[in-house]
């Protein structure tokens, strides 16, 4: 599959290494250093360019910027039409201490009112990157924790949920964009229990519903 990486930070700079290493196709854009761009892509046999590039043929294209840099990204990116969009985006103030957005709407709904025309579906944004390491290393060899995914287009799901699994986590349907409303104040639930609680920010998550 081939994969549009805009941003290139902690989250979308190691996605894109375990997909690639899963054997997609990864192209990596958006960030501050060409030179950074260009390290990912030789660490993993990937491409880097420009967002225009990331996105022109990509079969699904990750989301992962800070939300002030939304409408450069976006403006470079065009209207995205019948693409697959996933955002792991948490709709931040500059400090990263509050949300800007909620609680009638998300970043999830805003994004997709800015592009209609692309195929939202959200997903990462309620595990800390530090996870992914750790969880695509156990792989396959016990009880995949949890992730949260949400979106309106059943079949963006469906594309999420096998680069989900690539990276070894068990998709937990949550509904649609809407959900975003909760699962994004969630998603500082679990930044407060990574990177202020005791035990180090490599969290993961399960949820089960008990029976009898």
């Not at 963006?156 to 096998?162: N, Q």
Request: net charge negative; hydrophobic share 40%; with cysteine.
């Amino acid at each position: 599959m081939k994969i549009g990486i805009l941003g290139s930070g902690l989250m979308g700079g190691k996605l894109g290494k375990f997909w690639a290493a899963c054997g997609h196709d990864v192209t990596f854009a958006y960030a501050r250093s060409q030179a950074k761009l260009a390290r990912l892509a030789a660490e993993c046999g990937g491409a880097d360019g420009s967002v225009a590039e990331a996105v022109d043929g990509a079969e699904a294209v990750l989301l992962s910027v800070h939300w002030s840099r939304i409408d450069d990204v976006l403006a470079q990116a065009g209207d995205l039409a019948g693409q697959v969009v996933l955002n792991c985006c948490v709709p931040l103030n500059d400090s990263n201490s509050d949300l800007v957005l909620g609680p009638t709407t998300s970043g999830a709904e805003e994004l997709a009112a800015l592009r209609p025309k692309a195929r939202w579906v959200s997903c990462f944004n309620t595990s800390p990157s530090e996870s992914f390491a750790p969880v695509f290393a156990r792989k396959g060899t016990d009880t995949p924790p949890q992730l949260l995914v949400y979106g309106d287009d059943v079949g963006a799901k469906d594309v999420a949920a096998g680069l989900i699994r690539d990276i070894g986590f068990e998709p937990l349907e949550t509904g649609g964009l809407r959900t975003g409303r909760f699962a994004e104040p969630f998603a500082l639930v679990t930044a407060e229990l990574a990177y202020d609680q005791p035990g180090g920010p490599a969290l993961t998550y399960r949820f089960d519903k008990l029976r009898g």
